[in-house]
């Protein structure tokens, strides 16, 4: 169990979801765009951890533009650049450390499974740490 969680309520339409999926080349599992749509952003406590989970950009949102909020895309563009951080993944969510929450590709690549991970921004190791991304919820 990943512990309470606590949403920004602003919200994302299924546009600004498919613009971040090509911008990233991926397809985000249903449940994730389901969770997104109603509660974009937010943060949550896992054991001694607070994890920043991130958002999908509102574009529409001029007000939200200004602010200097992370969001998907740009904070996997960033992770991509880093050693050790694999192939494909997309950062949902980050902590203080540096680490993150992320999820992977299945076997063709494009469409990211909906196991959530944690990658090591110190090792560079990969953890399960959920089935599913209903923990976020």
Not at 67 to 88: V, Y
Not at 90 to 112: F, H, Q, S, Y
């Amino acid at each position: 169990q990943l512990g309470k969680s606590f949403f920004d309520k602003t919200s994302v339409t299924r546009k600004n979801i498919a613009k971040t999926q090509l911008k990233l080349g991926v397809i985000f599992p249903n449940e994730f765009k389901e969770k997104m749509t109603i509660e974009n952003g937010g943060s949550i406590e896992q054991f001694d951890n607070s994890w920043t989970i991130y958002s999908f950009s509102n574009e529409s949102d001029r007000r939200r533009l200004r602010w200097k909020r992370s969001d998907i895309t740009g904070e996997t563009k960033n992770a991509r650049q880093l050693a050790h951080f694999p192939s494909g993944a997309v950062v949902i969510a980050g902590n203080e450390t540096g680490d993150k929450l992320i999820l992977l590709p299945t076997g063709n690549g494009r469409r990211l499974g909906e196991n959530m991970h944690k990658w090591t921004r110190e090792t560079g190791e990969v953890t399960l740490i959920a089935e599913d991304i209903s923990h976020l919820v």
